[in-house]
């Protein structure tokens, strides 16, 4: 069977960024855990894990500087054997020994946030950009209370800061790729699939030709709180960043119309970016 590669493959299951959990009545705690880049090595891990029959709550890993570096909060609700006795198996009595293990026991059982991972970044450790977790409602309001407070003006700063973070995105992604060949299409297709990845909506081009690029965006985090609210596109944010990006990755001038939106009762929202 041969499997096609696809962009902007629909999201199958809400993605949990776990930096905090409240489970009133369970015994978690968090492990850090570094261990050497090798599949058997987190295997071993698990194994322990299940033998003292400790379950695993969240957990994030990635690789840094040949390392696998693992966030875990487990459940030790049933668990055969003490914080203090896993800890000495997986620092000693693993055949691949971790380069380092750390604890955090929460001071309420249940109730605990993420304690060694700081800043949030995404991308390498090395060139990774730091993030800020926002509710999307929260980012939301934010720019509603600037359009409601500013008018047109606050529609020109928000325009005009989306365009920027749109250029300066762009700029990254196609700066990995100045070393290879890929399609002319594809570093603006990864920027959409980014996009929803961070929970911005669900971006998709529908139609592409010499003069325009049309992108549809399902569960617009700058309208889906305001469903059927307003009688106007009300994407300011999105169709800035859009511009920032298209001109960018394709090095030409756009005009961008929000010509859908789901503020004003259409299903989703569609942004029609026309070359000048």
Known sequence: MVVEPQYAQRPVFAREICLARIEPGKKLAELYVELPNMPI???????????????VSSMSSHVMHNKLVNFIIIDLSYAKASIEELLDELRYGLRIIPMRVECYIPEIDGVITEKFGFPPIAGNYEDGQELLV??????????????????????????????????????????MFSKSYVPPDFPFKLHLDVLTAFGFGIFEIVDRDRQRIVVRVEESVESRYLKRKYDTAKCVFIKGYLKGAIEEHYGRRVFVEETRCIARGDPYCEFVAKFE
């Open 41 to 55: 090595a987190l295997a071993e891990l698990f194994d322990t894990l299940a033998k003292y029959n400790i379950s």
């Open 134 to 175: 926002l509710r999307g409602s929260t980012f939301s309001s934010m720019l509603k209370t600037i359009k409601d407070l500013f008018g047109t003006g606050g529609d020109i700063i928000i325009l005009q800061q989306a365009i920027q973070g749109g250029v300066d995105t762009a700029k990254n992604i196609e700066k």
